[in-house]
């Protein structure tokens, strides 16, 4: 059995239970961490278990559960921050205050890259391709190996259910237009690691989840 090129380790964060996931290139050992919103202790355990070099930090968007410590651990390990896109500066901006209200810390600053769609973020010898998927917040972002057939998500879609909209700049339209427009095209037999709880497919979320399913949209 050769290696995966991709591999990845999902470490639940803060009192939200936010999947940090640290994601590698099996060749180099080089290792991105998306979204550590916090617990870093725990996400420093993740790094050393899994014996990888991390060279950078990548956000799916900017609230307070996926981008808290994001500031701090990049200092603390001399790397960059790339992402969200910059729509979701308003959350950046905010960080320090929301993390007051929440409990927990959270740490203003700006990424050294914004992205958007089209653009490609590197993790060693992969590549992964960024697309705007609005909606949950104005600035979120999906990251995707095709190759792997595995996308990182945010709090776009969830197995069984969709990212919240209710917030700041939420809108459920945009956030349907985006799962369907973007995330489906990607194929069924693409699984996804979602903002929190377990991972799924987008095939088993257009079979069966109530928010997004064929039969829901369709009806
Ligand atoms: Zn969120
Ligand atoms: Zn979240």
Redesign the pocket.
Known sequence: MTQPPLRAAIVPVTPLQQNCSIVWCTATMKAAVVDPGGDLPRIRAAIAKAGVTVEKILLT?G?ID?AGEAKPLADELGVGIEGPHEADRFWLARLDEDGRNYGIRGVVFEPGRWLVTGDTVTIGNLSLDVHETPG??AGSVTFHHPASKLALVG?VLFAGSV?RTDMAQGDHATLVRSIVETLWPMGGDTAFIP?HGPMSSFAQERAGNPFVGDAVLSG
Do not use: A, L, Q
């Open positions: 968007h609230h996926h949950h917040t709090d990212g903002g």
